[in-house]
């Protein structure tokens, strides 16, 4: 009975795979708030041209920096497990696999990009890094990026978080980073933000305006994102080209996969090596995973929205709730974001990805069943994947069918237990679809661009 399936450091991937390079039509451009599409000339406030390069490019490989490869062997390439003793508590013919992005020092997969951005911004000759961290698993992951590089990192951390997860603000300070609560009173945007909504949990969309607004107004700062962007997600596509060579090691293809999706990182990551298979004919069902509280991809509608909460971004064409829309504080932090991905939304609007949304409840009971058969304890984010992929094993149950299923345990929970605590205290609820919230931020959809 084999549990593991390790590759040696010498196969992590030599390029990322640009699934821009197999989709059926080209992404949809960014575009100002005038209705024209704008060029790569307006990201260069805040981001390298090496780095603007890979957001536009349709190359279908991009080489992987000798310097990043050699960071990423600190702990990839990340074993694939198959979840023998998930499998059995289920009772189930179907084969369960997950990868297991927890194991880099950050606790998850963010690591993967945030090595890379650092080390382009380096080359830049960048001194400085701001960003937006929900979750914290992305400030933690720029910070230890910023420690190795020798670049300075402040974080923007949504509030409901900050007082969430205190320890994760200590581990960002252990690799040198400074961390603030967002909204804060040092930029315009948190300004304003507080002058309408004093008590303001903060959200992703708040905190990436505070980040970018920094980093366009210091010429020593660059901003980092952590997720939604063409190159984020191209750079966590080692995590799917490692995931199909341990599987072909034992013989195995998914039928389906499942990830966590908050910006469409992980699952971009995990999903589009796979899509490349699929666009060339392979049957592989890929299906992001969001909660019903912040429920971009099965509820909003796919159209140009701002990619923070002021409009300070250029407008993507994605899946959105409305930018000024702020999610439920459910403990899934990393997933409390309004839009997503536009590759992963004009994929999932053209059909060829799939998306389910799961109650936070449902999500804590499938961490528990995973903790207690796996033993490893999964971030309140990573717990949506096996959330689905339980449903689907327990529908192999009843069928018979025997599927082959792989999730990405997008990250641990050890800084989130006092979620698992509330949850033994009956003390989590359901959130009810925020219909009347996102109906409201809907409303606020740029005018120019409403019916594109
Ligand atoms: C553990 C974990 N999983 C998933 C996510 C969601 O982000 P993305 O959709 O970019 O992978 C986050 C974001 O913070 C995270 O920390």
């Known amino acids: 009975m084999r549990t593991k399936i390790l590759l040696e450091e010498s196969e992590i991937p030599t390029h990322w795979y640009n699934v821009v390079a197999d989709m059926p039509n080209p992404p949809a451009p960014p575009m100002g708030p005038d209705g024209k599409p704008v060029g790569p000339d307006a990201l260069q406030a805040i981001f390298p041209d090496n780095i603007i390069e890979q957001e536009i490019s349709a190359e279908r490989w991009i080489p992987i920096p000798e310097e990043v490869r050699n960071i990423l062997t600190l702990w990839r390439p990340s074993p694939l497990y198959r979840a023998h003793r998930l499998e059995q508590a289920l009772g189930t013919p179907a084969k369960i696999y997950y990868k297991n992005e927890s194991a880099s020092p950050a606790g998850s997969h963010k690591p993967n990009t945030a090595v890379a951005q650092a080390y382009y911004n380096k080359v830049a000759g960048i001194k400085r890094l701001s960003t937006e961290t929900g979750a914290g698993q992305w400030g933690c992951s720029l910070a230890l990026a910023g420690q190795l590089f020798g670049i300075d990192v402040r ?4 509030k409901v978080s900050y007082e969430q997860k205190p320890y994760r603000r200590s581990m960002m300070q252990t690799w040198g980073a400074e961390v603030y609560a967002s909204p804060t009173d040092m930029t315009e945007s948190g300004r304003k933000i507080l002058a309408e909504h004093p008590d303001s949990p903060g959200s992703l969309g708040i905190a990436i305006s505070e980040a ?3 980093a366009a107004n210091r010429k ?3 901003y980092s ?3 939604v962007l063409n190159h984020v997600l191209l ?7 490692e995931a199909k060579k341990q599987l072909a090691l034992v013989g195995d293809y998914p ?3 499942y990830a966590p999706c908050g910006g469409g990182s992980n699952f971009g990551g995990i999903a589009f090596p796979f899509f490349a298979d699929k666009a060339a004919g392979k049957n592989v069902r890929l299906v992001a995973v969001e909660p019903t509280s912040c429920p971009t991809l099965t509820k909003g509608p796919y159209a140009y929205d701002y990619g923070d909460a002021i409009g300070l971004t250029p407008l993507l064409k994605m899946h959105t709730l409305g930018h000024d829309f702020v999610p439920p504080g459910i403990h899934a932090g990393g997933l409390r974001y309004h839009g997503d991905s536009p590759l992963v939304s004009q994929l999932h609007h053209e059909g060829l990805v799939d998306a389910v949304a799961i109650p936070q409840l449902e999500t804590f009971e499938a961490g528990v069943l995973f903790a207690s058969t796996e033993g490893i304890v999964p971030a309140p984010e990573s717990t949506h994947a096996i959330a689905a992929a339980v449903r689907s094993a327990r529908e192999c149950a009843k069928s018979g069918e025997p599927r082959t299923i792989l999730f990405n345990l997008s990250g641990h929970g050890h800084f989130d237990m006092s979620a698992y605590d509330r949850y033994f205290n ?3 609820e359901d959130y009810e679809f925020p219909e009347e919230a996102i109906e409201e931020s809907l409303s606020h959809l740029p005018e120019v661009l409403r019916n594109s």
């Open 155 to 158: 974080v923007y951390m949504v």
């Open 212 to 214: 970018a607004e920094e």
């Open 220 to 222: 020593d700062t660059n």
């Open 225 to 227: 994102l952590g997720s």
């Open 235 to 241: 750079h966590q596509t080692v995590i799917g080209q």
């Open 255 to 257: 039928d389906e996969i």
């Open 426 to 428: 009956n003390e989590l």
